[in-house]
């Protein structure tokens, strides 16, 4: 069996990634075989890529994807030969053929799309734990949620509209605002032209919020900061314009005795039993008709550097995938 995939041998730009073809061996004790259909695009990517999170070298690329179980190892009684399947967090999942832990798979449930699976695993689990398990959000909580128009954001707004809340998106640009106001924000605040903070507060009545999101880091801290009410949660999830600066207790106290937080996908989906969990709420929300998601950028495989140009320029909306 021979499989195409991506590979590096030195972290940096997206030059650095390449194709190359090898031979596969049988799946291992424990693994299944995949012909990948679709591969989603993730920012996590691109902070391996980059080198922000160091890899041994050479390295595959990529995390998440889906596609139709061909072979199965010893010891595998889960999943048979025909299964369609999704999984998320287990790199090298740039490639056309792999072999993927079956631990870390999720059957597909019937009615959805190969695609739709692997544009949504990893970016919807990571909403069930932020909003369901790191901060419950609670009907009538206002929350802000920065990057509205991202392929997590539009699953966030979504899922908070449906848990009762009024879901407050940060996003770049008028049309990006209009966006976001279609998928489960109640307001839209426009980051290019409005004071994020100030705006916040206009729409709580000067309170602010009991938590925000923040997958920006550096650019948007000091407007997370001054978003939040008295004894409000800072969830800072990602770091797209580099990491947010260090946190003093200080700053904390006289902000209003806030909390700071830095959680990650890979403790909330540790267990198997919670992959399952939040998968299957995912999915059970898709299936219920509460989740829309939107796949607004298709590359083939083979134009993987294009895409992450694309990812990292920040005018892509919605999910990415490439297809092998």
Not at 136 to 164: I, N, R, T, Y
Not at 222 to 241: H, N, P, Q
């Amino acid at each position: 069996m021979k499989t195409t995939r991506v590979v590096m041998r030195a972290q940096g730009g997206p030059e650095v990634m390449e194709l190359e073809t090898i031979d596969l061996p049988a799946p291992a004790a424990g693994e299944v075989q995949v012909t990948q259909t679709a591969i989603g695009l993730n920012y996590m990517d691109v902070y391996q890529r980059s080198g922000s999170y160091k890899l041994p070298l050479p390295s595959p690329l990529g995390l998440e994807a889906a596609g139709e179980v061909i072979a199965v190892g010893d010891g595998v009684t889960e999943f048979v030969v025909g299964d369609h399947v999704v999984y998320g967090g287990v790199l090298g999942a740039y490639s056309s053929h792999r072999n993927a832990p079956a631990a870390r798979c999720i059957k597909i449930p019937e009615g959805i799309s190969d695609e739709v699976a692997a544009a949504v695993l990893m970016k919807g689990i990571t909403v069930e734990y932020l909003l369901n398990r790191c901060f419950p959000v609670k009907a009538g909580q206002d929350v802000l949620f920065w990057a509205a128009s991202g392929g997590v954001g539009q699953l966030a707004g979504q899922w908070g509209a449906h848990l009762g809340a009024r879901m407050i998106g940060v996003t770049g640009g008028a049309e990006n605002c209009a966006a976001a106001l279609t998928m489960g924000y109640a307001e839209a605040i426009d980051r290019k032209t409005e004071d994020v903070a100030a705006r916040v507060r206009e729409l709580t009545g000067g309170k602010g919020v009991p938590v925000v999101y923040d997958s920006v880091g550096a650019a948007s801290f000091d407007a997370s900061i001054g978003s939040l009410a008295t004894y409000g949660m800072f969830v800072s999830f990602g770091a797209t314009t580099g990491p947010a600066p260090d946190v003093s207790p200080y700053l904390l106290q006289v902000k209003g005795s806030l909390y700071f937080t830095r959680p990650t996908l890979a403790n909330y989906v540790a267990s198997r039993e919670d992959l399952v969990h939040s998968a299957g709420e995912t999915f059970r929300l898709i299936k219920d008709g509460v989740l829309t998601v939107n796949i607004n950028q298709r590359f083939a495989l083979s134009d993987v550097v294009a895409s992450h140009v694309a990812l990292e320029s920040g005018d892509t909306t919605g999910s990415t995938i490439l297809i092998p």
